[in-house]
């Protein structure tokens, strides 16, 4: 029986943990949290139609329930040393290892929105993040609390940490504008009476349902979508925020008052994933997401021999894409393993 | 508003101010229209700092306002600013203390430029042999005057004698800042604080007893736009966006304006009085303007100076109402007069409240 | 050569546009976008395209001469382009074709060459007390009438050293240093500049029927310092 442990224990390293152990091999999945799901556990409701992400949680939750592998949580880490087509990891907690192949499925970590300091979050009382709405999206929870009131102007913001030199992200992190759109209806649903505004691009709607939710967004919640890029935000004595921004496509610059900005920040490597590149020896890009053998065919093969990727720490993903992703990565391991 | 996220931003952009030996250059509008905060800064560093600064009567204009209006095209003053950082390297110092945030901004554009474009230097350092057969090192470190009142803050308080405080209900005062849009808008890591929460005022105006306001409009510019003031007809794009800013600080009942800038004071305060006569509105209490100062004036009060030694006198927006809230002892009666006491001329106040 | 190509070899041009993605960020806080009909964004896109119709029509427009030169653009663009250094490179080869003649706000080129130009020259300053005469300048008020009035005793009240010798605020800039200056303009391209300024300056107040009898085209220049046909503002 070989052996394969995982580095991370979010819904890509789930899955695949899964698919590895259906296919006859013996898995350790080594989680730095408490817990499993990773950035799952965060959301409330998924694009584009509004499955609970409990519901996605608790079905992988399952799955792992199900099937006999081991899960080492709260562990990290320490060190991967290669020997003789073995890999002996050794974790901080003084366990060690060895495996016959290893998944990296690290993940991301959600941009810090306080590095875009032009629009003052931590600073402005109003100005939260789409991972701070979505807590605030989920059923009974109190709205108001983010605005003082229950807001009846909001502005979401796009692209805050992606597609911006600024920041030092020059990729697009794909998720964000249907996050938008999502969130935007769900906030409609909620305030009926509110205007909500969204300040993008381009809107990137590239996955199946979301150029329907988008046009959904804007007929039946009438949501305005203005084409410009915010670019600052200040708070007014009343604590509500005048934004500045330009209505590109009538090519004048606009000024808006909102009671609350919701910045939809994107997705980076982080250092979980920066780690891992270090522990494993596995190369990546500039953007700090691993680099893969291919764009095409090899999109889970690390720069070294038996390490394998899958998931956001390859590239930003949704949801979807992460599963599909985990399980292609468990499928190459599993080919690998057996020519070895 | 929490100040958490302001502390984080304000840790990152801590930029090195050299603490002793500067190169002084004066700046072409705070000697036009400020120039008692010129020496009122020289004075505070030799006098009460103990610093040694040093002023050579060749230096000149940096030409920044020809520069950025155009008429000067960069070859020209990249050797100019050459020129500058030969009389410095000649007189043995490393560190420029500039007094002007257009020629701050100069500097530090054209000294990115050289390290980016190695030629540029090479030619530029032709350029000022062949011209003045001058040779120069890049300095050290180019600090703004103002940032240089940071950096000692605490000192100049610990020699104080008036703080920024309402002397009567020993409340701080209000004062919303306004920074030069060249001192940290091109190279955010080059003011202290960044471009967006600029510390060095705030820094300044905390640490002497005063509360700072935050206001919307905060970070737009003065309205100055070189060629848009320079011109006549072109005016009221300066007025224009100075009453933006005054618009949108004036809910908080500010107590004064404190700029970092020498061109920015100027207008904030001639624009309060052309928007008095033009359409009756004040900005301040009781029907007057809101007080302007620049950051070396507001240094000096706190340390005791006389406000008409300080050239005070020169705004056209009244002090007063700012110096009698600080508790601040001064003659009226001399406000107007000469070094030897006798008024100087008649000014004609009419019709004018600020 | 070819107008986008000499544009290219504006070094300012090329710390200037990257690539634009019309995000509308520069014109959104743009002081010059919100007082005139302006958009700084659709100058990059105008120069992005290469166009050389559209670059030529540019350059002979009001439409560049708007920019304050804050520079806050450059704080915020998410490409690290600065609209405000495409500006000044549009504007330098403005003048050095003469296309600056054609549009009124072009055309104010000439007073500010011969003030602050000639100040910076043969003064050392950009700008001086003298200049602030209070029939040009009403905003300095009833203070900055009698500065301008008294302006000897004045600065000497706030121990400025006007026009005096050694160190100090406004003091007389040494002729030897002003002869350095000199040479500046000479071999860096300095009076190449004023010269084209003058030149081209002449010509059209020739063809806008102001009498060349007074060399210096007085009446062109107060015309040019005085005139807002006022169109330029958004509607």
Known sequence: MKHIVIIGGGIAGMESACALTDAGHWVTLIEKEAQLGGKLNQWSFLFPDFTPAEKIKDTLFDKCQERDFSILLKTEVKSVQTHQKKFNIETFGGQKLEADAVVVSSGYELFDARRKEEYGYKIYDHVITSADLEKLLRPGSDLSVAAGKNPKRIAFVHCVGSRDEKSGNHYCSKVCCITGVKQAIELKKRLPEAEIFCFYMDLRMYGKHFEELYREAQEKFDIQFIRGRLSEAAEKMDKSLLIKAEDTLSGRPLKMNVDLLVLLVGMEAGKGTATAAAKCSIEYEDSGFLKTNDTFLFSNFSSQEGIFLAGSCTAPMSVNDTILHARSAAMEVNSWLRKQ | MQNEGKQKIWKDYQKEIADDHYFYVRSCIRQNFFPGSEQTFLKILRAELNKDIFENPHHTTCSGIGYHSDIVPFDTIQTIVARQFALMTEAGYRNLAVSCITSFGIYNEIIETWKEFPNELEKIRNYLKKATGREFKIPQNVSHASDIIYKFREDIFARKKYSLTNHETGKPLKIVEHIGCHYAKMFPGKGVGGAEFPHVLVGMIESWGGEVIDYPERRHCCGFGFRQYLVMSNRGYSISNSKKKFESMEPYRPDAIASNCPGCPMFLDRWQYVIEEMEGKTYGQNGRGIPVLTYEEMAGLVLGYDPWDMGMQMHQTDVEPLLDKMGIEYNPDLKYAGKDGKQIGQVKMAGCKC | ?235
């Open chain 3, 1 to 235: 050569m070819q107008l986008y190509e000499q544009l290219t070899q504006d070094i300012r041009f090329e710390e200037g546009l990257n690539s634009c993605m019309n995000c509308g960020i520069c014109t959104a806080i743009c002081p010059a976008a919100e007082f005139y009909d302006y958009d700084p964004r659709m100058i990059a896109g105008i120069v992005q395209s290469k166009d050389e119709s559209q670059i030529e029509e540019l350059l002979k427009s009001d439409a560049i001469w708007y920019c304050g030169e804050c520079m806050s653009c450059k704080t915020r663009c998410p490409r690290g382009n600065c609209t405000g250094l495409i500006i000044m490179a549009l504007r330098s080869l403005s003048q050095e074709l003469g296309f600056f003649t054609e549009s009124e706000k072009g055309r104010q080129q000439l007073v500010i060459k011969r003030v602050i130009g000639e100040n910076i020259v043969y003064r050392g300053y950009c700008i001086l007390p003298e200049n602030l005469i209070p029939e040009l300048h009403p905003e300095q008020g009833p203070v900055g009438e009698w500065i301008f009035e008294n302006r000897k005793e004045v600065y000497k009240r706030v121990d400025a050293n006007y026009c005096g010798e050694g160190t100090g605020a406004l003091r007389k800039i040494p002729k030897e240093s002003l002869d350095e200056i000199y040479q500046i303009f000479e071999i860096t391209g300095g009076f190449e500049r004023f010269d084209q300024i003058e030149h081209f300056s002449k010509l059209k107040a020739r063809s806008m029927g102001f009498s060349d009898v007074d060399e210096e085209f007085t009446d062109y220049i107060n015309h040019t310092y005085t005139t807002n046909n006022g169109k330029h503002n958004r509607p």
